[in-house]
Structures are given as structure tokens and as C-alpha cells.
Nanobody, 119 residues
Framework: QVQLVESGGGLVQAGGSLRLSCAAS????????MGWFRQAPGKEREIVAR????????YYADSVVGRFTISRDNAKNTVYLQMNSLKPEDTSVYYC????????????WGQGTQVTVSS
């Protein structure tokens, strides 16, 4: 069982930056693939970024390439999402999620943190 708690959301002007953090419980954090997802009102949830267990194998949605960076610190059981050059269309609830490498589905989810980018 993994419990995830996101933090770091807030209100920022367009062009600004935020860093989201996701603290995970459990002693096997390093074996999980970690992902950041987001969901805006009236839209489907979409993956933003993903990072493998060894901090390699990163993936980014086209819409955030060059602006967002995902990283993890396995010693701290934490995954981060550095978001730069934020745009109003990045406004969403951001969720942290975890899955085992062998699984296709993210089984564990955080409660979400709101990110609002004003124009």
C-alpha cells in the first residue's frame, strides 16, 4: 500500500513557476513508477509526466515539454514536478500517482493540488 500526498499548488501569474511535491509512504517507493496527471474542469484527466524507478525513463506530454521537469528523490520518498513558464491552460488539479513497473494501471493516487495560472 502506498499513500501519496501532494503539495505546492497555488495561484501564479502566467510565465511564473511552481514546484509540486508528492510525498509517498512505504518502504518500496523506489520500485514504483511515478506520474503526474492533471484534470481541468470539464476535461478528461491527462498524464503530464512520468518517471521510472531509477529516475530514468522520463516521459512528458507534448504540451509541457521544455517547461516542466519531473524528478524523484528515493531517499526522501518524494517526487517533484518543476513547472516553469506556466500558461493559463496549465490551470488544473494536479495529481500524483504510483504504479508498479509490471502494471499498466496506476493503482495509487494522491488527493490532488490545485494549480491556477492567471493571465
Amino acid at each position: 500500500q502506498v499513500q501519496l500526498v501532494e503539495s505546492g499548488g497555488g495561484l501564479v501569474q502566467a510565465g511564473g513557476s511552481l514546484r509540486l511535491s508528492c510525498a509517498a509512504s512505504g518502504r518500496t517507493f523506489s520500485t514504483y513508477v511515478m506520474g503526474w496527471f492533471r484534470q481541468a474542469p470539464g476535461k478528461e484527466r491527462e498524464i503530464v509526466a512520468r518517471i521510472g524507478w531509477s529516475a530514468g525513463g522520463t516521459y512528458y506530454a507534448d504540451s509541457v515539454v521544455g517547461r516542466f521537469t519531473i524528478s524523484r528523490d528515493n531517499a526522501k520518498n518524494t517526487v517533484y514536478l518543476q513547472m516553469n513558464s506556466l500558461k493559463p491552460e496549465d490551470t488544473s488539479v494536479y495529481y500524483c500517482a504510483a504504479k508498479l513497473i509490471s502494471k499498466a494501471v496506476y493503482a495509487y493516487w494522491g488527493q490532488g493540488t490545485q494549480v491556477t495560472v492567471s493571465s
